[in-house]
């Protein structure tokens, strides 16, 4: 039968009846035939089936030998046994390699035939040996397929205990062996198929047999992170990462990181490939572990394995968006990838001349899945953009494409990039943290205490978040000049965006310490702010001088213009671009009213003031207080106060009498308190004043009942202090006034009057004063409300007839009349009128101590910009109010009209911050108001208020309308400075992670958050009280002199 099979298939007949005569000799099989001649018909279908020249020779091959087989089961068993199947593993069959799948697809199907005999368990016996050798010779991905087939459906031969796992290691060393070349999509697809068999093959094993898990990864990380040039894996080792358990995460990380045996030229190899696996078509989870490992590393603070893989294949995983089967697992890399790489722009700007293209390529697809990644991609982009938004050049294309999609809030961009740093994730593999590891969850940072200096860093913080004047600073080009707004610059830009939880402010700290404070000493902040901007103020002048020479077109952004010097006699005023940047932010005018109480001649004088000092109400002893009256007018209207217009002044002359009262129907009501509540109100000598009161007049403004103030001392306000500031003074005994018309010194009241308001306005309390008696300084630990909205009374003068002009400061004369009327101008006669300028409260500089010798500062801050009040703050509806912000005048001389917001106001959450010299951390404006009610040596010291007005704005302007974040782009030196800086300050986290982990057998102390050792011992604060000296245009009002 074998003879006329082997005849009819080698003939010419027609196929049709070749296949008929096939049929008949298929059906023949089940009739009894001898041991020979099935060994012969066996023999015939074999070599059909691997040797035949047709596709209609292997199929007759098969049937035929599956139709002896079944009938002649015992005969097939003996030819197809264990030394036939090793020869053809050995040796293959004639001109048929032993390496051709044919052998294995025979071998399969031979054991298909033979699974109900008992001599196939001899053939499993030897098949496990046989297959770890095939594996072992790294046979070809189609060979090795068909091997996982085999073994898919006889899992019998698969190796067993040891064998089993060095099967599993040898199995994926050969998939890093395959490789295909082809572009062919038939090809291609073939090839894939052929490792997710293999593949599958290894998730089956693990299964079954988890203890060859563990060693199969650890080859793959052996495999990926050789450093032999001569060989690539393939990428197919991508195959199986979505069949390890995404619950070993965990462990595998944490064993890869701290294995002190993996150097960092390995590490950074496996990363980098592990990233090529971006590439495998449906790999699944590849993104996760790339990322997993991507913040082990960072961890450990490996930072220079992450800068060189990010810079190394940032522009590959780029590309890799352009493909749809693979852009998921890609965007999630690559932002990731961007969004830790936040020391510098570098990583960021190698993809930015690719995202162009790569959105109008998304934006003209119509299928949902280019839209939704287009809104994750887009929102990656506005991060970038506002991480390194100094580069409207590069930026500018991108904000036009993807101008109609939708951007994320700057809340939301924060936040991502506060979660993604290298130096926010939380360190659980260590044991010892890093004093330093990071930026605190506000995205700000802290300065370093270099040594009694947290008077100047509480200072610098309050400063830096006066945003307006930080925006000013940071978009000034000062051509690398030295000077001590460079290095202001400089400070503000590191702040801004150094990766360092805490900044050290050094260079800045020798540049700006005035001269008499003594290094390392405790010193006053109000002092040294003042000096601080008197120095920048006259530094910007000498400049402006000196550029002024070679031209007169010199722009502000080189140092500003110089201009004239006012006339001392004629004061003109200076137009906004002649002033320097601290005018334009912190200057205001006062004018100061004196009139001679003997003749009623009159002086006006005007000076500029960059803060005012605020004294308490002051208090003499009680043999003095006996003799003293105070009296105050206030009206209240639901959560705004509006102070009486009008002061009340004790006549130096008059004891326990009547006050000087003004027309009933200009006043509110009267309330004259009594010496007895006077005296109520003085709790110790630590409320003097830093000048001694005296005995012979005492005058008490405040915006409330002083009765009230006695039985509740906590209702102090800045309202009340800004209100006793502004307030009539009496100038008698021997304080008083050198009159040039009366040639003598005369009695007289000196009035005060802001005419021009600041941008900010910084208000200093004067705490501290000096106790006659004891010799020391003391400070007063009142408490102060502190309204969040305050409205600043500045008069106005309106236009009017030449003839009426003001007069100089010396000639002014006055006919006029009594001095009832004198301290009551009918407001028609010089035409002028007070209006509240709104103000919102943007810092708080702290003072935590008993006296001024000792003590702590810190600060609380906001941002605050020059338009629009902050959330949630607005003005009640009140008509007096509205009809003084609309620009009505005010009857009478309504100096004193402050109107006080409630502090309680709901607010957003994390908008206030507490700096704290190296720790920043959120708080919110009910711990600022109560601070000092919670910590009584806590109290506020110096205040900043930013103006609000949408109709103006000072500071300078956005370059192209291309500042992202709403900051300015930072000059080139700058950036790189930072960039050079991060970088360093990555290398040395890395060096000290390396030396930990060395340490880590040894014992291992834990500090607490926050802890510095550059803290000074003991506590640090000013060693002067009362703002201590007079710097640029100080304006320091005690009410009474010495």
Same mark, same amino acid.
């Given at each position: 039968?074998?003879?006329?099979?082997?005849?009819?298939v080698? %003939?010419s007949h *027609?196929?049709?009846l070749?296949?008929l005569i096939v !049929?008949?000799v298929?059906?023949?099989? &089940?009739?009894?035939?001898?041991e &020979?001649q099935?060994?012969?018909?066996?023999?015939?279908?074999?070599?059909?089936?691997?040797?035949?020249?047709d596709a209609f020779?292997?199929?007759?091959g098969?049937?035929?030998?599956e139709?002896?087989a079944?009938?002649?089961?015992?005969?097939?068993?003996? #030819?197809?046994n264990?030394?036939?199947?090793l020869d053809?593993?050995?040796?293959?069959y004639?001109?048929?390699?032993?390496?051709?799948?044919?052998?294995?697809?025979?071998?399969h199907?031979?054991l298909k035939?033979?699974?109900s005999?008992?001599?196939?368990?001899?053939?499993?016996?030897?098949?496990?040996?046989?297959?770890?050798? $095939?594996?072992c010779?790294r046979?070809a991905?189609?060979l090795?397929?068909?091997?996982?087939?085999?073994?898919?459906d006889?899992v019998q031969?698969?190796? !067993?205990?040891?064998?089993s796992?060095?099967?599993?290691?040898?199995?994926?060393?050969t998939?890093?062996?395959f490789?295909?070349?082809s572009?062919?999509?038939?090809?291609?697809?073939?090839y894939?198929?052929?490792v997710n068999?293999?593949?599958?093959?290894?998730q089956?094993?693990?299964?079954?047999?988890?203890?060859?898990?563990l060693p199969?990864?650890?080859?793959?990380?052996?495999?990926?992170s050789?450093?032999?040039? %001569?060989f690539?894996?393939?990428?197919?080792l991508?195959?199986?990462?979505?069949h390890i358990?995404l619950?070993?995460?965990?462990?595998l990380?944490?064993?890869?990181i701290?294995?002190?045996?993996? !150097?960092?030229?390995?590490m950074t190899?496996a990363?980098?490939?592990m990233i090529?696996w971006?590439?495998?078509p449906?790999?699944q989870?590849?993104?996760?572990w790339?990322?997993?490992?991507?913040?082990?590393?960072?961890?450990v603070q490996?930072?220079?394995?992450l800068i060189?893989?990010?810079?190394?294949?940032?522009?590959? $995983?780029?590309?890799r968006?352009?493909?749809?089967?693979?852009r998921p697992g890609?965007?999630a890399v690559l932002s990731h990838?961007?969004?830790?790489f936040q020391?510098?722009p570098?990583?960021f700007?190698l $993809?930015? *001349?690719?995202?162009?293209?790569?959105?109008?390529?998304l934006?003209?697809?119509?299928?949902p899945?280019?839209k939704?990644?287009?809104l994750?991609?887009?929102e990656?982009?506005?991060?970038m953009?506002?991480?390194?938004s100094?580069?409207?050049?590069l930026?500018?294309?991108?904000l036009?494409?993807?101008?109609?999609?939708?951007?994320p809030?700057e809340?939301?961009i924060?936040?991502?990039l506060s979660?993604?740093?290298?130096?926010s994730?939380? +360190?659980?593999?260590?044991?010892?943290?890093?004093r330093?590891?990071g930026?605190?969850?506000?995205?700000k940072t802290g300065?370093i205490n270099?040594g009694n200096t947290?008077?100047m860093?509480?200072?610098i913080q309050a400063l830096?978040?006066?945003t307006?004047?930080?925006?000013?600073v940071?978009?000034?080009s000062? +051509?690398g000049? +030295?000077?001590?707004m460079?290095?202001?610059?400089?400070?503000f830009? #590191?702040l801004?965006h150094?990766q360092?939880a805490a900044y050290?402010?050094?260079n800045?700290?020798?540049?700006s310490?005035p001269p008499?404070?003594?290094?390392?000493?405790?010193?006053d902040c109000?002092e040294y702010?003042r000096f601080?901007?008197?120095?920048?103020?006259e530094?910007?002048?000498t400049?402006?001088?000196?550029s002024?020479k070679p031209s007169q +077109?010199?722009?502000?952004?080189k140092?500003?213009?110089?201009h004239e010097e006012?006339?001392?006699?004629k004061?003109?005023?200076?137009?906004?671009?002649?002033?320097t940047?601290?005018e334009?932010?912190?200057?205001g005018?006062l004018?100061t009213?004196?009139?001679c109480?003997?003749? !009623?001649s009159?002086?006006l004088?005007e000076e *500029?003031?960059?803060d005012?000092s605020?004294a308490?109400?002051p208090f003499?002893?009680s043999?003095a207080m006996?003799e003293?009256?105070?009296s105050s007018?206030?009206?209240?209207d639901?959560s705004?106060?509006?102070?009486n217009?009008?002061?009340?002044?004790?006549?130096s002359k008059?004891?326990?009498?009547e006050?000087?009262k003004p027309p009933?129907?200009e006043?509110?009501?009267?309330s004259?308190?009594?010496?007895?509540?006077?005296?109520?109100?003085?709790?110790?000598?630590?409320?003097?004043?830093?000048?001694?009161?005296?005995?012979s007049?005492?005058m $008490?403004?405040?915006?409330?009942?002083?009765?009230?103030t006695?039985?509740d001392?906590?209702?102090?306000?800045?309202t009340?202090l800004i209100s006793?500031?502004?307030?009539?003074?009496?100038?008698?005994g021997?304080?008083?006034?050198?009159?040039?018309k009366c040639?003598s010194?005369?009695?007289?009241?000196?009035?005060?009057?802001?005419?021009d308001?600041?941008?900010?306005?910084?208000l200093?309390?004067?705490?501290?004063?000096?106790d006659?008696?004891?010799?020391v300084?003391?400070k007063i630990?009142?408490?102060?409300s502190l309204?969040?909205?305050?409205?600043?009374?500045?008069k106005?003068t309106?236009s009017m007839?030449?003839?009426?002009n003001?007069?100089?400061?010396n000639d002014?004369t006055?006919?006029?009349?009594?001095?009832?009327?004198?301290?009551?101008p009918?407001?028609v006669e &010089?035409?002028q009128?007070?209006?509240?300028?709104?103000?919102?409260?943007?810092?708080?500089?702290?003072h935590? @101590?008993m006296s001024s010798?000792?003590g702590?500062?810190?600060?609380?801050?906001r941002?605050?910009t020059g338009?629009?009040?902050?959330?949630l703050?607005c003005?009640?509806?009140?008509?007096?109010?509205?009809s003084i912000?609309q620009g009505?005048?005010?009857?009478g001389?309504?100096?004193n009209l402050?109107?006080?917001?409630d502090s309680?106001s709901t607010?957003p959450s994390k908008?206030w911050?507490?700096?704290?010299?190296?720790?920043?951390?959120f708080?919110?404006?009910q711990?600022?108001q109560n601070?000092?009610s919670?910590?009584p040596?806590?109290?506020a010291?110096?205040?900043l208020?930013?103006?609000?007005?949408?109709?103006h704005?000072?500071?300078?302007?956005p370059?192209n309308?291309?500042w992202?974040n709403g &900051?300015?782009?930072?000059?080139?030196?700058?950036?790189?400075?930072?960039t050079?800086?991060?970088k360093l300050?990555l290398q040395?986290?890395?060096l000290?992670?390396?030396t930990?982990?060395?340490q880590?057998?040894s014992?291992?102390?834990?500090?607490?958050?926050?802890f510095d050792?550059n803290d000074?011992?003991?506590s640090c604060g000013?060693?002067? @009280?009362?703002?201590?000296?007079? @710097?640029?245009n100080t304006?320091?009002?005690t009410?009474?002199?010495?």
């Amino acid at each position: 039968m074998d003879k006329i099979l082997e005849g009819l298939v080698t %003939s010419s007949h *027609p196929l049709s009846l070749k296949k008929l005569i096939v !049929k008949k000799v298929v059906e023949s099989a &089940e009739n009894s035939v001898s041991e &020979e001649q099935c060994r012969a018909m066996f023999a015939l279908t074999t070599r059909l089936i691997l040797l035949g020249e047709d596709a209609f020779q292997k199929q007759v091959g098969h049937q035929v030998l599956e139709a002896y087989a079944r009938y002649h089961r015992s005969d097939f068993e003996n #030819f197809f046994n264990k030394n036939f199947v090793l020869d053809l593993l050995h040796q293959g069959y004639q001109s048929v390699d032993r390496k051709h799948v044919a052998i294995l697809d025979y071998i399969h199907n031979g054991l298909k035939l033979i699974m109900s005999c008992p001599s196939v368990l001899d053939l499993f016996s030897i098949l496990q040996v046989e297959v770890l050798r $095939v594996v072992c010779e790294r046979p070809a991905a189609s060979l090795c397929a068909r091997l996982s087939e085999i073994l898919t459906d006889f899992v019998q031969c698969i190796p !067993k205990g040891k064998s089993s796992i060095a099967f599993c290691q040898h199995l994926v060393r050969t998939i890093s062996h395959f490789h295909c070349s082809s572009t062919q999509e038939k090809v291609l697809r073939e090839y894939v198929s052929n490792v997710n068999k293999v593949s599958s093959l290894l998730q089956n094993i693990w299964k079954t047999e988890p203890s060859t898990l563990l060693p199969s990864l650890q080859e793959v990380f052996a495999i990926i992170s050789s450093t032999d040039p %001569s060989f690539e894996p393939s990428v197919a080792l991508a195959s199986l990462v979505q069949h390890i358990p995404l619950e070993m995460i965990t462990v595998l990380i944490r064993s890869l990181i701290t294995d002190q045996n993996v !150097k960092d030229a390995s590490m950074t190899r496996a990363l980098c490939r592990m990233i090529d696996w971006l590439s495998w078509p449906l790999a699944q989870h590849v993104d996760t572990w790339v990322i997993a490992l991507l913040k082990g590393l960072a961890v450990v603070q490996k930072f220079t394995i992450l800068i060189d893989v990010t810079l190394l294949k940032i522009e590959l $995983v780029f590309n890799r968006l352009w493909f749809p089967l693979v852009r998921p697992g890609a965007l999630a890399v690559l932002s990731h990838m961007l969004l830790s790489f936040q020391h510098s722009p570098e990583a960021f700007h190698l $993809v930015v *001349p690719h995202i162009v293209s790569l959105v109008q390529s998304l934006k003209s697809s119509e299928l949902p899945a280019n839209k939704v990644f287009l809104l994750q991609f887009t929102e990656l982009i506005h991060c970038m953009m506002y991480q390194y938004s100094g580069f409207p050049d590069l930026y500018e294309p991108i904000l036009e494409v993807i101008k109609d999609l939708p951007k994320p809030s700057e809340g939301r961009i924060k936040l991502i990039l506060s979660q993604s740093a290298w130096t926010s994730h939380t +360190n659980s593999l260590a044991s010892c943290l890093s004093r330093l590891s990071g930026k605190s969850e506000t995205g700000k940072t802290g300065l370093i205490n270099l040594g009694n200096t947290c008077y100047m860093n509480s200072v610098i913080q309050a400063l830096f978040m006066a945003t307006d004047f930080r925006r000013s600073v940071l978009s000034l080009s000062l +051509n690398g000049a +030295n000077s001590l707004m460079k290095k202001l610059q400089h400070l503000f830009a #590191f702040l801004a965006h150094t990766q360092r939880a805490a900044y050290d402010p050094r260079n800045f700290f020798d540049a700006s310490r005035p001269p008499w404070f003594t290094p390392r000493s405790q010193q006053d902040c109000s002092e040294y702010l003042r000096f601080l901007l008197d120095r920048l103020h006259e530094e910007e002048k000498t400049l402006n001088a000196i550029s002024s020479k070679p031209s007169q +077109n010199a722009t502000a952004g080189k140092e500003m213009p110089n201009h004239e010097e006012p006339n001392a006699e004629k004061p003109r005023e200076k137009g906004n671009e002649e002033k320097t940047l601290v005018e334009k932010m912190f200057g205001g005018k006062l004018q100061t009213h004196i009139c001679c109480l003997n003749c !009623k001649s009159t002086s006006l004088k005007e000076e *500029p003031f960059t803060d005012l000092s605020l004294a308490f109400c002051p208090f003499s002893d009680s043999a003095a207080m006996q003799e003293d009256l105070c009296s105050s007018e206030a009206q209240a209207d639901g959560s705004m106060l509006h102070l009486n217009s009008v002061p009340s002044v004790v006549d130096s002359k008059t004891k326990n009498s009547e006050m000087h009262k003004p027309p009933a129907e200009e006043t509110g009501q009267e309330s004259v308190i009594s010496v007895e509540t006077l005296q109520d109100l003085v709790s110790d000598s630590n409320a003097c004043m830093a000048t001694t009161v005296p005995d012979s007049q005492l005058m $008490v403004h405040s915006t409330k009942s002083l009765a009230s103030t006695a039985a509740d001392k906590s209702t102090l306000s800045v309202t009340d202090l800004i209100s006793y500031f502004l307030a009539p003074e009496v100038l008698d005994g021997d304080n008083k006034y050198y009159c040039e018309k009366c040639a003598s010194l005369q009695n007289a009241e000196k009035t005060m009057q802001i005419i021009d308001e600041p941008e900010y306005l910084i208000l200093t309390l004067l705490r501290f004063s000096y106790d006659p008696k004891s010799h020391v300084r003391r400070k007063i630990l009142d408490n102060v409300s502190l309204p969040q909205v305050l409205q600043l009374p500045v008069k106005r003068t309106s236009s009017m007839d030449p003839s009426h002009n003001l007069p100089s400061l010396n000639d002014f004369t006055d006919n006029g009349e009594n001095l009832a009327k004198k301290l009551k101008p009918s407001g028609v006669e &010089e035409m002028q009128a007070t209006q509240p300028v709104p103000y919102v409260l943007s810092s708080i500089v702290v003072h935590s @101590g008993m006296s001024s010798e000792s003590g702590h500062y810190y600060s609380y801050a906001r941002n605050v910009t020059g338009s629009g009040l902050p959330p949630l703050l607005c003005y009640p509806a009140d008509t007096q109010a509205l009809s003084i912000s609309q620009g009505q005048p005010i009857s009478g001389d309504s100096v004193n009209l402050v109107l006080k917001q409630d502090s309680d106001s709901t607010e957003p959450s994390k908008e206030w911050f507490l700096f704290n010299d190296s720790r920043v951390t959120f708080t919110s404006f009910q711990s600022v108001q109560n601070i000092t009610s919670r910590f009584p040596k806590d109290t506020a010291y110096v205040l900043l208020y930013r103006k609000q007005d949408s109709s103006h704005r000072l500071g300078a302007n956005p370059v192209n309308g291309l500042w992202v974040n709403g &900051e300015p782009p930072l000059q080139k030196e700058l950036m790189d400075a930072i960039t050079r800086d991060n970088k360093l300050y990555l290398q040395e986290q890395e060096l000290n992670a390396r030396t930990r982990a060395l340490q880590a057998a040894s014992a291992c102390s834990f500090r607490p958050n926050g802890f510095d050792d550059n803290d000074p011992p003991g506590s640090c604060g000013p060693t002067g @009280g009362g703002g201590g000296g007079g @710097g640029f245009n100080t304006v320091s009002r005690t009410k009474l002199s010495l």
